[in-house]
């Protein structure tokens, strides 16, 4: 029988610093973040336009009675509290990656990825009630067919 040798023999060894990255994925990871930040702010200012027209729809720029509208503020609050979780989610990953490209630290890389997968995690959900409210209409028009209630137009 062989003797077994460990997999890893023959192998170089990590660099010595924390970050044992090479410098390509440094250099992707550098120019990666700016895009971020990009993308966070234009999420930002989608989430203000939304807020403007929130307001503007629902009359209370222009009336200021809050009891008729307070539908739309609900609306508003359950879908702003997503978006804003988005872009604070894109801010944070940013950050923590420059932090962690300039120490040049592994922990730190690893620790800047958890905001973008809740990113990703929120994004998901948010597409999945959006399919689900997409597939629901046609789906109670064709419940109401069966019925045999009649389509008003």
């Known amino acids: ?3 077994q040798t460990p ?3 023959g192998m170089q060894q990590p660099a010595s610093d924390n970050m044992p990255v090479e410098a390509e994925i440094l250099e992707y990871w550098t120019e990666t973040i700016p895009w971020i930040m990009g ?3 234009m999420l930002a200012f989608y989430f203000l336009w939304t807020f403007r027209n929130v307001m503007v729809y629902s009359g209370l720029m222009l009336s200021g009675n809050l ?3 307070a539908g739309y503020w609900f609306g508003f609050i359950g879908m702003a509290a997503p978006c804003i979780y988005m872009t604070y989610s894109l801010y944070r990953f940013a950050v923590l990656l420059r932090q962690a490209t300039q ?3 592994q922990y730190a890389a690893t620790q800047a990825f958890r905001p973008l997968r809740h990113f990703f995690i929120i994004l998901l959900c ?3 009630v959006s399919i689900a409210a997409l597939a629901a209409g046609p789906a109670l028009e064709l419940l109401g067919n069966l019925a045999g209630e009649p ?3």
Do not use: G, K, P, W
């Open 1 to 3: 029988m062989d003797e």
């Open 7 to 9: 997999l890893d023999e």
């Open 39 to 41: 993308i966070a702010t």
């Open 67 to 69: 009891e008729e509208t």
């Open 103 to 105: 120490n040049r630290d």
């Open 126 to 128: 948010l597409s999945l």
């Open 151 to 153: 389509n008003q137009l």
